[in-house]
């Protein structure tokens, strides 16, 4: 029987925690503080979880140096949807923003019932059917299923998938296209990526060029999931309108998603347009907890948030800071790419073993995805390989079932 310290755990997401952070939370979970009642016990709406809150959205902001301007919410989802549920809530709010935003353009000053208002609606609702667009660069099977969740909810004549890397590498993601053959909407509601493929092991290379906010700071909206590679590298935040992640990889249990958005898409700058013009418009009308400015005014408290959760998660970010203070998270990056680089490198050494899966140039330094080769069959190969890994405490290496072939998550 295995212990903790016989297992390097590689797998993606639930991903391994640091061992002091679960025994401390497995006390906290009988006796919080030494108030007699656990944590998972305690109220949502009690001084002591505000407390939990605050603090792991300070530590958070501390890490990544998020601005002032941006708000962090905690929000929920259920089984598999932790990060759907971000797909379906970045287009029922970036696209209420945009028609907010043309609503103020056509409207005016004018108030009042929109069916009072019919050749000002029309003039809106031909603005929506001629303009509106969602952008995707679809550059693995997450971003994929995100844009197929946009498409589900707005229907295909708003979705424009501005790049699909399976079109320039033979049907296959590995590669991220260049950026001269993107296709980007003028006045997309958003564009939408996901910085690091978890699945396919490809990671945007750093911040795409052709999104950079102009000399006035304005430039497109951007969205991106960046839940298995949020805390391994620094983020140009301000260069996103909102970033999302799933605690379950880099940050802490499963159960809990991180939004961080620009305080300019909430009020009072902009309030979600009523539920009425978004019925004459025909845009789906979003689910009360997935709107963020509902989140936000309830500091992530709309409802019953697990405050467990949010608890692991700020002892995991306090551990960074303390483990990294004063270089936060530049130094995980480091230690990020060290590791990547050794794996890799290992990897490389054995061409006729192994082969790793996406392009050079776009390769996640988070999630490795390789072949193993050796003898021309692939199958025994892979099946001898994980036999071995395991046998020598190194589990987690099975690719994702869409994919096959072995995949690391190799940060901790
Ligand atoms: C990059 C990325 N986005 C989204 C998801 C979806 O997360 P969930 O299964 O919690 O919906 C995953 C899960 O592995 C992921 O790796």
């Not at 069916?115 to 693995?140: C, F, M, S, W």
């Not at 009360?288 to 405050?307: D, G, H, R, W």
Request: glycine share 8%; with cysteine.
């Amino acid at each position: 029987m295995p212990s903790r310290s016989d297992i390097t755990h590689f797998g993606a997401g639930p991903a391994s925690l640091p061992t002091d952070v679960l025994e401390e939370a497995a006390k906290a979970l009988l006796d919080y503080n030494a108030t007699g009642l656990g944590i998972a016990e305690h109220s949502h709406r009690s001084p002591l979880a505000a407390d939990i809150i605050n603090q792991a959205k300070a530590d958070l902001a501390t890490c990544l140096d998020i601005p002032d301007d941006y708000e962090i919410l905690f929000m929920q989802g259920g089984g598999t949807v932790y990060d759907s549920g971000q797909f379906s809530a970045a287009v029922y709010n970036f696209v209420g923003a945009w028609v907010a935003r043309k609503h103020k353009e056509v409207f005016g000053d004018t108030q009042g019932d929109p069916a009072d208002h019919p050749e000002l609606i029309q003039q809106l609702k031909q603005a929506v059917d001629n303009d509106l667009r969602i952008d995707y660069l679809v550059t693995g099977s997450w971003s994929q299923k995100a844009s197929a969740e946009g498409e589900r909810l707005l229907g295909s004549k708003h979705i424009n998938i501005a790049a699909d890397a399976r079109k320039t590498n033979g049907g296959k993601f590995g590669t991220i296209p260049d950026e001269s053959n993107w296709k980007l909407s003028k006045d997309a509601a958003f564009v939408y990526f996901c910085d690091n493929e978890t699945v396919d092991g490809v990671e945007f290379p750093g911040f795409p060029k052709s999104l950079e906010p102009g000399p006035d700071g304005n430039g497109p909206v951007v969205v991106a999931d960046m839940s298995s590679n949020i805390l391994t590298r620094k983020i140009p935040v301000r260069k996103f309108s909102a970033i999302f992640f799933g605690a379950q990889k880099n940050l802490g249990l499963t159960g809990v998603t991180v939004v961080v958005i620009r305080k300019s898409f909430l009020p009072p700058i902009i309030s979600q347009p009523s539920v009425a013009l978004m019925r004459h418009l025909a845009l789906p009308i979003p689910p009360v907890i997935f709107q963020y400015e509902t989140i936000a005014k309830n500091n992530s408290l709309y409802n019953t948030l697990s405050i467990f959760d949010v608890y692991v998660a700020g002892r995991v970010l306090k551990k960074l800071l303390q483990t990294y203070n004063p270089n936060k998270v530049e130094a995980q990056q480091a230690v990020t790419d060290k590791k990547a680089q050794l794996i890799y490198d290992a990897i490389e050494a054995f061409p006729e073993v192994y082969k790793i899966i996406p392009n050079a140039a776009v390769r996640s330094r988070v999630n490795i995805c390789f072949r193993v080769t050796k003898g021309g069959e692939v199958d025994a190969a892979e099946k001898a390989f994980l036999q071995e890994s395991t046998a020598q405490g190194l589990t987690g290496l099975k690719g994702h079932r869409s994919l096959g072939g072995m995949h690391s998550q190799n940060v901790s």
